[in-house]
């Protein structure tokens, strides 16, 4: 079974500051991972994912994450956020050669002040 | 393209009534998945869909139910409701069946139970 442990539940920034959000999984098999944003009142959207090759993902929003095997981390950074940044993030696994199901961690809530 | 649209956005039920919500997935999809999303347990996957066949079941009661019909579109059902049934479900779709795919969120019917 797979597991994701997002270590920070809020994060409180401000505007133009660098942040990571931090992410964790667990796994016995091998995993695909995702990051996804959630705005109030609105599902999920994808921001980025990592399948194979480099271990260096990056969205059109300036986002990135790194996926790192030995620390079994996919943490997300970006160098500057805007007040438009403010919203929860999950990070999410899927098993290879296994069924879409995505394992979710409890999401980080990123608020960018002013 | 249209995105995945859920009906009805908002729903209030009593315990001990049924509910059904309905997902259509984004046009050309043929995959569709539900989660359950509240404060205490986060996401929850409860199942996923795949020409009509459900592929994957989550870990929830029998309470839950759920279809998918030849034009994709899905429906979940949950019977005898309970306070804890309050939630956000959301659907999601993605072009075929396969843990790299992209899934792609609708905005959720929200269910209070009283």
């Known amino acids: 079974a797979q597991s994701v442990t997002q270590l920070d539940s809020q994060v409180p920034v401000f505007e133009e500051a660098p942040v990571e959000l931090r992410c964790n999984y667990s796994s016995s098999v091998s995993v695909y991972l995702f990051w996804y944003v959630q705005y109030p009142n609105q599902g999920l959207q994808l921001l980025l994912k990592y399948l194979s090759g480099s271990t260096l993902v990056e969205s059109i929003n300036g986002f990135e994450a790194e996926f790192n095997k030995s620390q079994t981390s996919f943490h997300l950074r970006k160098p500057s956020v805007h007040i438009s940044d403010t919203a929860e993030y999950f990070c999410?696994?899927?098993?290879?050669?296994?069924?879409?199901?995505?394992?979710f961690g409890k999401g980080t809530k990123l608020t960018v002040n002013p | 393209k249209a995105g995945v649209t859920q009906t009805p956005r908002y729903l209030i039920k009593t315990r001990g009534q049924q509910v059904t919500l309905s997902c259509s997935p984004i046009?050309?999809?043929?995959?569709v998945s539900w989660y359950q999303q509240t404060p205490g347990q986060g996401l929850q996957f409860l199942f996923e869909y795949f020409s009509e066949t459900q592929r994957n079941k989550g870990n929830f009661p029998g309470r839950f139910s759920g279809r998918q019909f030849s034009n994709s579109r899905s429906e979940m059902n949950v019977s005898t409701l309970e306070l804890g049934d309050s939630a956000l479900y959301l659907c999601?779709?993605?072009?075929?069946?396969?843990?790299?795919?992209?899934?792609?969120f609708g905005p959720g019917t929200r269910l209070l139970v009283l």
């Open positions: 999410a696994v899927s098993h290879q050669g296994g069924s879409e199901k995505l394992v």
């Open positions: 046009s050309g999809h043929r995959s």
């Open positions: 999601a779709s993605s072009l075929n069946l396969g843990a790299q795919e992209t899934q792609y």
